[in-house]
């Protein structure tokens, strides 16, 4: 069975600095992976997806993240954190075949402080 | 373009109450499913659908029933609420395509007293 693990429960950066959420995977294939963004009051929005190809992937909001095969990792990153990024972000793995089977990790609270 | 609209946006009941969420999407979505985010736990899928008049239990379902009566409606069921239903609940659609992403709405805050 899939599985996500983001390990790390909050973080704060301030604001300008650069930013890393960390997102580990288990899954026997290769997976489809996605990163989405949380607001507080709203649903999830789609930041980013990795399926096959170039193993660094641009997203919206100048995130992007990295799918390191031999790490199991799909890492999301920012250079420079603005206070409107302040939400919980969540790492998601699919699986190929049937109806969408995605798996979403407990999330990363992200505060930022000036 | 509204994408996927849930109703309502909060509700209070008491624990033996029933109530019926409502998810409407307009992307010509195959897939639907609803989901229960509480803390520290992400979302758990409770039921999904690949298509109109079908529907299949996910990770979680006991406690819920969902029906597909039309491709852009999925409706989640409580028939007997207790206080463990608690929670955020959100619908999600997407297209057959398992490499695309699913779509939310923004949820349904339901408090079982």
């Known amino acids: 069975a899939q599985s996500v693990t983001q390990p790390d429960i909050h973080i704060t950066v301030s604001e300008g600095a650069s930013l890393e959420l960390r997102c580990n995977y288990s899954?026997?294939?290769?997976?489809?992976l996605f990163w989405y963004v949380q607001s507080p009051g709203q649903g999830l929005q789609l930041l980013l997806k990795?399926?096959?190809?170039?193993?660094l992937v641009q997203g919206i909001k100048g995130f992007e993240a990295e799918f390191k095969r031999s790490q199991s990792s799909f890492n999301l990153r920012k250079p420079s954190v603005h206070w409107s990024d302040a939400a919980e972000y969540f790492c998601?793995?699919?699986?190929?075949?049937?109806?969408?089977?995605?798996?979403f990790g407990t999330g990363t609270k992200l505060q930022v402080i000036p | 373009n509204a994408g996927v609209t849930q109703t309502p946006k909060f509700r209070v009941l008491k624990t033996g109450q029933s109530m019926t969420l409502l998810c409407a999407q307009d992307?010509?979505?195959?897939?639907m499913y609803w989901y229960r985010q509480d803390p520290g736990m992400g979302l758990r899928l409770i039921h999904y659908?690949?298509?109109?008049?079908?529907?299949a239990k996910g990770e979680v379902p006991d406690g819920y029933n969902v029906s597909r009566l039309k491709k852009q409606n999925f409706l989640l069921g409580l028939e007997s609420a207790a206080p463990s239903q608690t929670s955020v609940y959100f619908c999600?659609?997407?297209?057959?395509?398992?490499?695309?992403?699913?779509?939310f709405g923004d949820g349904t805050r339901l408090s079982i007293l």
């Open positions: 659908s690949v298509g109109e008049g079908t529907t």
């Open positions: 899954y026997g294939a290769t997976p489809y």
């Open positions: 998601a793995v699919g699986a190929s075949g049937g109806y969408q089977k995605v798996t």
């Open positions: 999600a659609s997407s297209s057959s395509n398992s490499n695309q992403p699913q779509h």
């Open positions: 990795y399926f096959s190809g170039d193993t």
């Open positions: 992307m010509n979505h195959e897939y």
